[in-house]
């Protein structure tokens, strides 16, 4: 067996080592240290950071600048066709939802204003706030609203719904629609979200509008890619000409 051969023996083994400690270990816990792991297996310390490097990649582990690797819960799976607010979906999983806000104003942003089907002069409530699940950070989210909701920011952002105090002023959310992209972690992002780089994102961008039709909210979400999961379903076509439409693949 060559040398490359053996590091990646023994990178599997640790890496095998480390699965197994995911499965017993609660959500939260503390591993060993890359230094801890090399002297354990008696490798060099790359080859057991490739084994970290691993597991960070699909989701088992969280890798925190100048804290250490810990055991990631499940990732959450948020169904499609379904609009809920940040805060009713994770309550609705015993999960206690809060924010901390980066920014809201109003003023003017001429893509916002865009996006919400306004003239780009028009004025907007913009607000930025990192998004928590029982403490972990899941998402980073970015919302504009028409400037006649700027009595919203007079409302608890950080452990109320941002939905609800729109309900409070007479606006519910009827539709939503959008689309998912891929993307890296900035610098920043990563450290709000106490992301170890490289790390991956799913951005969401979505434009909700009430039961009039009229746009109401315009947010783009980044969620943490290991903790965060977009179920998906589709219809089988048809056989023949006539044959009713299947459900989706996965639900009856």
């Known amino acids: ?11 599997l083994e640790i890496e095998e080592w480390l699965r197994q400690q995911c499965a017993v270990l609660p959500a939260g816990s503390s591993l060993p240290t890359e230094v801890e792991l090399a002297e354990r297996f008696d490798v060099s310390r790359m080859t057991a950071r490739q084994a970290f490097q691993r597991l ?19 990732p959450l799976h948020r169904e499609e066709a379904v609009l809920h607010s940040f805060t009713e979906d994770m309550l609705s999983r015993g999960l206690a939802p809060s924010s901390r806000v980066l920014r809201a104003e109003v003023g003017t942003s001429p893509a916002a204003a865009t996006a919400l089907g306004l003239a780009p002069n028009q004025w907007v409530v913009t607000i930025e706030r990192v998004r928590y699940a029982d403490g972990v950070a899941v998402a980073l989210e970015r919302t504009a609203l028409p400037g006649e909701f700027a009595a919203v920011l007079d409302a ?19 539709r939503a629609s959008g689309y998912v992209t891929a993307r890296l972690a900035s610098t920043d992002e990563a450290e709000l979200l106490g992301l170890a780089a490289p790390a991956a994102l799913l951005v969401e961008s979505r434009l909700i509008t009430d039961l009039a039709g009229r746009a109401v909210e315009s947010t783009q979400s980044a969620y943490v890619g290991s903790r965060w999961v977009i179920d998906t379903g589709s219809f089988v076509a048809s ?4 044959e009713p439409a299947r459900t989706p693949l996965g639900r009856s």
């Open 1 to 11: 067996m060559s040398s490359e051969q053996h590091a990646r023996a023994r990178y």
């Open 56 to 74: 960070a990649q699909v989701g088992l582990i969280e890798r925190r600048r100048g804290a250490g690797s810990f055991v990631l819960p499940p």
């Open 156 to 174: 608890d952002l950080e452990h109320g719904s941002l939905h609800k105090a729109l309900a409070d002023m007479g606006r519910q959310m009827g």
């Open 239 to 242: 056989v023949s000409p006539g």
